[in-house]
Structure formats: C-alpha cells, structure tokens
C-alpha cells in the first residue's frame, strides 16, 4: 500500500492550473500522476478527452449485482497568484505544523487522496471485495465544469452507479464533519439602459428625456421590498420548506450571530422576516446587484446625461426552483417593468441548478429512496461518529456547485458530500494546506464506509 501523504507530495507538485494554458505541462503531469496510481491500483482507467481538459475514468469490479459507487474529484486547481504572499513555492510541497502546505493541497488533491488512499487499503486487504468502484476525476472544477455536463450525457452508461461519495466541501473545525447536503443553484443576467444615441450636455438637452442611469435604478429599486424579500411575482413559489430537523442541525452548529454581524462589519442584518441570517444565507434565494455602471465617474463634475447604463445582477437559486423557470419569471417582471424612454436589453449569463438530497430517517426523506444512497449515509454517520467521536452535521450550503446538480440531473444520481477542507486552510489563496489528522481520520472514515456498503450486516 503507498503512503498517502508521499503520494500527496507528489501530487500537489504537478502544477495543474486549469485556467491558464501556461500550466499545460502541470496538466498532464496531474493526469498522468491520478490515472497511474489508479492502474496501479488495480483500476481499469480511461484518460477521456473532452473539449478542453481530460475526465479520468478508473473503474474496479464488475459484478452488476454488486454496489456501485461513483467517487469524484478534480485534479485541476486554482491560480497561484499572488506568488509574492506564499511563505512557500506553491508547487513545491512543505509538511509542517500538522499540515502539507502547496496550493491545491486541500482543494482538492488532499480530499481525493484521502479516497485513493482508503479504497487502496481496502482493495488490498479484500482483494474479492463485492463493490464496483468509479471515480471520477475531472480537471475543470475549477472554471466552472464546462464539459463536465457533456461528458456525462456521453458516458452515462459507464455511469450508471448508486450514488456518488465525494470531499469537495468545507467543515467548522477539525472535530466537526460536516455532510453537505444541498446547495444553491445560481442565475446571473446583465442590462443594459440605453437612452440617446450619444452622451448629452446636461444644460442643453436636460428635462427633456429619461435618463438611463435613473431608469435602471428605479428598475433595480423595485425589485425587494423594504423587509428584504425580492420583490418579484413567483420569485418564491417553488421555494421547498426548510423543515424543523434542519434548523436544529444549523443550531447545533452553534454559530453566534454577533460574532458574524462583527466578521461582516455590520451593524443589523437585512433579513427577510422569519429566518436567522444562517438559515437565509442557505435556505432563501436572492436576487444581488453585483456591479453598476454608467455616466462619469471621474475627478471633479461632469454635467451629462450618459447614453446607457449597465448593472450585472446574480440570483442564487435553492430547492426546487430551475434556472430555466427562474429566468422565464424574473425577464418578464423585468420587461413590465422597464421605464419609459430607454431601451432595455436583458442577456442572461451562466446558470447552475441547486441541488437538496435528505438523509434517511428525517420527515422530508422521499420514500423512494435508493437503498443503497440510505445505506451510504447511515455508514458514513457511524463511520464519522467513530472516528471522531462525534457525529457528522448535515447541512445546506449557500454556495452553487454546478456538477452536483449536473450529476443529480443527467446520471440521476445523489451525493455523499463529507467535508474535509477548513476555513484556515485557504482554498485559493495563497498558503493554501491541507490537514494532516483530518487527511488520516478521512481515509479511516471512507474505508469503513465502503467496507460497510460492500458487506451489509
Ligand atoms: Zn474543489
């Protein structure tokens, strides 16, 4: 059996830098380095090209009546900038004060290390292990998955497993396993105001028309209403209900809301009526003003009337509204509403669906739930309450994480999401770590999990 953490070492050293074609060689170096350890493993592995950066598929076993597990990770990171603020190169990996320091290191080369590592252990003590094992290993999470979603539709026969078991997401504290079980979907749009053909003399040609800048102020200003909820008909008519095992998960959490009105440098919340911040930054979909632009905004006065005027608004979505729906709904309060005197252009931009799945056991669990997806939660919450003495929280998350959503919508299939990274860890930024006593409890966590699943008692 290797050693993780030398594995690791040699991993985080492959400068896999998705966006940028300067780290081609850190690419393949990456892709090279998961689909040999897998072969090595025992793995029948597969380099698939896609558009732009390879999936590599490894699969084990194949006994169709046997369990069948489909691991994801990516071997692609963020960019190391700025490099004059790493204590240490970001490529070249450093073990100290109980971590492994390189950027990459916890997200998320460390988390798939942990499942090669316990799936590794656990093939060599139980060579005849009756689970079929998939993983999946894309190398463009980091700019967005792009063809991540066509390489599914193409390969969902290969796919066809019971349910996905993946570390890609954030916990508290090294004590506290957190398992994500939701996340927002995302819609972002952009309009533009366009009022004369050019920028006028305000002196001159000011009083006799709309101007753009004001147009989509009064536009932006009607859609909340004063209490904080979006003001748009439906905005919240597919919303699911946040069920009372929910908020009592979010409570044990114990997070305080002084202490995050200080983190945020706020006086007060703005939060619709009926929810803690907590529950609104992960239960209710918003409607954001991200940027807006227009007129001047130089030294000193200009007295014009600008020609146009742009604001770039993003909605994050939850269970179970579509961003297709969404859209549909949001574009037509937006036309009723467009002022007089301007024209407005409304582009839509990317999108991502939110993604909810209930462990078993709670009210809301749809009884038609896959029994091997049931069996999975229950391992890993035994699991994690062995190891760390304490059981996992199960949580929705604010953030939007296409690919969940993509592999629930094409593959029909529901994700295990047991976090691993911590906020210290500085996942795309510099000084980016990993967790050592996490990355070694994670690989026991993961071993009994699919110990368990390929030997139900
Ligand atoms: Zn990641």
């Given at each position: 059996?290797f050693?993780?953490l ?26 090279k380095?998961?689909a040999t350890?897998?072969?090595e493993m025992?793995?029948a ?7 732009l950066h ?27 900038d ?12 450093v ?18 290390m942990v ?10 003590n ?6 079929r094992?998939?993983?999946v ?22 796919l066809r497993g019971?349910f996905?078991?993946m ?16 996340l ?9 105001a ?15 028309l709309m101007?753009?800048?004001?147009a989509l102020?009064?536009?932006?200003a009607?859609l909340?209403?004063p ?15 946040v ?15 002084k ?12 939060v619709?009526?009926g ?6 930054i ?20 200009k ?32 036309r009723?509403?467009?002022p ?7 582009t839509?931009?990317?999108h ?8 078993p056991?709670?009210?809301n669990?749809?009884?038609d ?9 229950r ?7 062995e190891v760390?003495?304490?059981?996992p929280?199960y ?8 690919l ?21 860890d ?17 690989i ?5 999990v699919l ?5 139900p008692?």
């Amino acid at each position: 059996m290797f050693d993780p953490l030398e594995k690791l070492k040699e991993y985080v050293r492959q400068a896999s830098v998705s966006a940028d074609p300067q780290f081609k060689d850190g690419m393949v170096g990456a892709q090279k380095f998961v689909a040999t350890l897998l072969r090595e493993m025992g793995f029948a592995v597969d380099v698939i090209p896609t558009e732009l950066h390879p999936v590599i598929v490894g699969t084990h076993g194949s006994d169709p009546r046997w369990p069948h597990v489909i691991i994801y990770g990516h071997y692609d990171v963020q960019p190391p900038d700025p490099l004059s603020e790493w204590t240490t190169p970001p490529f070249e990996p450093v073990v100290k004060q109980g971590r492994i320091w390189g950027r990459g290191a916890a997200d998320n080369k460390g988390p798939l290390m942990v499942h090669l590592a316990a799936v590794g252990r656990l093939l060599e003590n139980n060579p005849q292990l009756p689970l079929r094992i998939t993983f999946v290993v894309e190398g463009e999470e980091e700019i967005g998955s792009k063809n991540f979603k066509s390489f599914l539709v193409k390969h969902k026969e290969r796919l066809r497993g019971d349910f996905v078991f993946m570390s890609d997401t954030g916990i508290p504290n090294p004590e506290q396993i957190v398992i994500t079980v939701g996340l927002r979907g995302l819609l972002a749009l952009e309009i533009e105001a366009q009022g004369a053909r050019t920028d006028l003399h305000s002196g001159l040609h000011g009083g006799a028309l709309m101007n753009p800048i004001q147009a989509l102020a009064e536009l932006c200003a009607s859609l909340h209403t004063p209490e904080g909820r979006v003001n748009i008909p439906g905005f919240y008519d597919e919303v699911c209900e946040v069920e009372p095992w929910e908020r009592e998960e979010l409570r044990r959490l114990g997070l305080q809301e002084k202490d995050y009105a200080d983190f945020l440098g706020i006086e007060t919340f703005h939060v619709p009526p009926g929810y803690t911040p907590f529950e609104a930054i992960r239960y209710l979909p918003t409607l954001e003003f991200n940027g807006i632009e227009g007129g001047y905004q130089g030294e000193g006065t200009k007295t014009v009337i600008p020609s146009r005027a742009r604001v770039k608004i993003s909605c994050r979505l939850v269970p179970n509204q579509t961003p297709e729906s969404m859209q549909e709904i949001i574009f037509r309060a937006l036309r009723e509403r467009a002022p007089r005197g301007v024209r407005i252009t409304i582009t839509p931009q990317h999108h991502a669906a939110p993604y909810v799945v209930v462990p078993p056991g709670r009210q809301n669990t749809p009884p038609d739930q896959s029994p091997v997806l049931a069996r999975a939660f229950r391992a890993t919450d035994r699991a994690v309450a062995e190891v760390f003495a304490k059981p996992p929280l199960y949580l929705r998350e604010g953030g939007s994480v296409g690919l969940i959503a993509d592999l629930k919508r094409v593959l029909g299939l529901d994700a295990v999401m047991m976090g691993l990274f911590l906020p210290e860890d500085n996942i795309h930024a510099p000084n980016e770590s990993f967790h050592l006593g996490l990355m070694e409890k994670g690989i026991k966590v993961a071993e009994k999990v699919l110990m368990e699943l390929a030997n139900p008692a």
